[in-house]
Every structure is written in C-alpha cells, then in structure tokens.
C-alpha cells in the first residue's frame, strides 16, 4: 500500500500518462494483468476543460474497473489550472496531477510542461492555488531541470510539497535531454532527499522489472512511473510487483498470449470508440506491440493501414502463423526493445 494523500493506493507502480496512447481501452487492459496502483490520464488542456472543448470528454472517459484514477492536467497559469483543476474534482475523479514536466514544445512555448521548473515560486504558487481549490490530492509531476544549468527539481519539489502536493513523480532527465542520454538517478535521488514526508515517484527507463527494482534501491523513491515501456509490455507491472514482493517473477507471456492481449486491446477500442475511429487508435497502439513479437517491417507496414476489423483479424493471423516476424529472429525472447522519441525536442 502507498498512501498519496487521503488516497491509498494498493501498489507503488503507477501509469505514467502519454499523450495519445493512455486512453480508456489501454487502461483497462493493464489494470487486467494486475500490478498498476495509480493511473493517469493523458495530459488534457486546462483551457480546453475550461472552454469545454468537444474532444475533451474522450479524454475523461473511465469506468467502474479504471480505479483510482488520477487527470492530468496542463496550463500556462495558476488560475488556468486551479479552474481546470475544480472543473475535474466535480467530474469526480480520485486525483488531479500537474503536467510540470513535458518537454513538448508546444506546452513549454506558453509556459506550461517543464517550463514550470524554471520557477520553484511560481510553480509553487500555482500547486497552492490548486491544493486550496480541491479536496481531491494533488500530485506533480516534473524534469530534473531545464538543463544542466538548472537542475531545480528538489527545489520544485520541496517548494510544491509546502504548497499541499500529495506526491512528486520526478523523470531523470531534464527537459533538454528530451530522452537522450540516461535517466540520471543520482538527480531523482536527490529530489527524494530534498522533500520531507511526500512521496517521490521514479520516472525514465523503467523498461523491466529489473530496472524499477533498481530504480527504488539506488534513490529511495516511493514507486516508479511506468510509461512507454508498458505500451510494448502490459505485462511489466504485474512481473515488477512479483519482483519487488519477493516472488517469482512470472514467466514472460507467451508469442500466443501476446496476439491474444492486442485482439483484447482492439476489441475494447471498438466497443468504445466505434469500428471507423477504433481502427484508427489500434494502427497506433498495435504498433508498439512490434518490439515483443520480433515483428517485421512489413507488419508495421501492415498494421498502419488496417481499415476494418476483418483487416485486422487478418493480420493477427498473419502474425499467429509467423509469417510477419524478422528474418533476424532468432527465437529468444528477453525484454523488448523500447522505442523512444528521436531528435532534438524543439523538433518534435
């Protein structure tokens, strides 16, 4: 159990929210194979929930089975956000978290995502406006820094913790980095020894069960924030948890099993998206399945241009009788390899 605020959550590995990716369907998925604690929305706009944009409820979208629940949400202004942020509690769900930590361009540029680490005071007055707006728990999540030159994360940390935050969740890199170069621990380390009581949650390369482990025994963090790893692997939370509780870890699913979890996959996003706009979000999600199966090219190829459900079971039988793996194969498993975002993030 790890206590995030007034919320207790029954493990300390949580769903990092990613853009695009983090929706209901995958949600459900994970929650299915057991190990996830806490799960976080894909960030949503303070001024789209204020403004009550027409896409922003796809993105609110939860069920009985997807608890508890955490928004998160992103804006430019303490006032954006606490608005956002009262907007979210009313909807009723368990937790509301700060985006202060994307390095998208497109949230830096106005002053959201990571640019709140710039300012300890500012991003502390901005999570005080928040805590005082709500009863729900506030968390935060945040980069190291800007760069190298300001790596201001224990301060943001601490300064958000004596505003009322619940949890910090730190990923180990600064927004410069983007994801290049390895996720510092010494950084998130010292976030953890920077706050008093809240707990910080680990976040970057955590691609196995090994590294989560690794991450809490070398920074003394609370739990870890599993991101794009779990898009490859679902499994990774329910194998994490076996290893941090001291049991076997269970055996890697199975090439059948994989095929089996993606048909799942897509069938929850046909029963809430529609055949048209679920076929769509599959293309993207079936994508990152590549790395496990050792799939080919031409699977991706594939998978980018199914249009109807029969082009879908088509493909998956395809893949069933080996016909879309790489010739490269060579029939070991061990942990998949993780794609990560690529280029200079001004880029992105």
């Given at each position: 159990m790890l206590r995030v605020g007034s919320l207790e959550v029954a493990s300390n590995l949580f769903l990092a929210p990613l853009a695009g990716y983090t929706d209901l369907a995958f949600r459900r998925l994970v929650r299915g194979l057991g190990g996830v604690g806490l799960a976080t929305t894909e960030v949503v706009s303070s001024r789209a929930l204020i403004h009550a944009n027409k896409r922003t409820p796809q993105f609110l979208r939860t069920a009985p089975d997807d608890r508890p629940l955490a928004v998160q949400i992103d804006g430019a202004s303490a006032d954006d956000l606490t608005?956002?942020?009262?907007?979210?509690?009313?909807?009723?769900?368990?937790?509301?978290?700060?985006?202060?930590?994307?390095p998208a361009p497109k949230l830096t540029r106005p002053g959201g995502g990571a640019s709140w680490t710039c300012s300890p005071a500012r991003a502390a007055h901005a999570v005080a406006s928040v805590v005082r707006a709500?009863?729900?728990?506030?968390t935060v999540k945040m980069r190291l820094g800007w760069d190298d030159r300001s790596i201001t994360a224990p301060e943001v940390a601490r300064a958000c913790e004596e505003a009322g935050a619940a949890?910090?969740?730190?990923?180990?890199?600064?927004?410069?980095?983007?994801?290049?170069?390895?996720?510092?621990?010494?950084?998130?380390?010292?976030?953890?020894a920077s706050v008093r009581?809240?707990?910080?949650?680990?976040?970057?390369?955590?691609?196995?069960?090994?590294?989560?482990?690794?991450?809490?025994?070398?920074?003394?963090?609370?739990?870890?924030?599993?991101?794009?790893?779990?898009?490859?692997?679902?499994?990774?939370?329910?194998?994490?948890?076996?290893?941090?509780?001291?049991?076997?870890?269970?055996?890697?699913?199975?090439?059948?099993?994989?095929?089996?979890?993606?048909r799942r996959?897509?069938?929850?996003?046909?029963?809430?998206?529609?055949?048209a706009r679920g076929t769509v979000r599959f293309r993207r999600a079936a994508v990152w399945y590549g790395p496990a199966l050792r799939a080919s090219r031409e699977y991706r190829r594939r998978v980018t241009s199914v249009l109807t459900p029969a082009c879908v079971e088509r493909l998956l039988e395809d893949v069933l009788a080996g016909k879309l793996r790489a010739r490269s194969h060579d029939g070991k498993h061990g942990e998949p390899r993780v794609p990560v975002p690529a280029g200079p993030v001004d880029r992105w």
């Open positions: 608005e956002a942020a009262r907007i979210v509690e009313g909807l009723g769900f368990q937790a509301i978290d700060v985006n202060m930590g994307c709500v009863r729900v728990p506030v949890a910090a969740c730190v990923h180990g890199r600064t927004r410069r980095q983007g994801f290049s170069g390895a996720v510092r621990l010494d950084g998130i380390a010292a976030v953890v009581s809240i707990p910080v949650i680990g976040n970057g390369d955590v691609t196995s069960p090994e590294a989560a482990r690794r991450m809490i025994a070398a920074t003394g963090c609370a739990g870890v924030s599993i991101g794009r790893a779990a898009l490859t692997d679902p499994w990774i939370f329910a194998r994490a948890r076996a290893l941090l509780d001291g049991r076997p870890e269970p055996p890697a699913p199975s090439f059948e099993e994989r095929v089996a979890l993606i996959h897509y069938a929850l996003l046909l029963a809430e998206d529609g055949e």
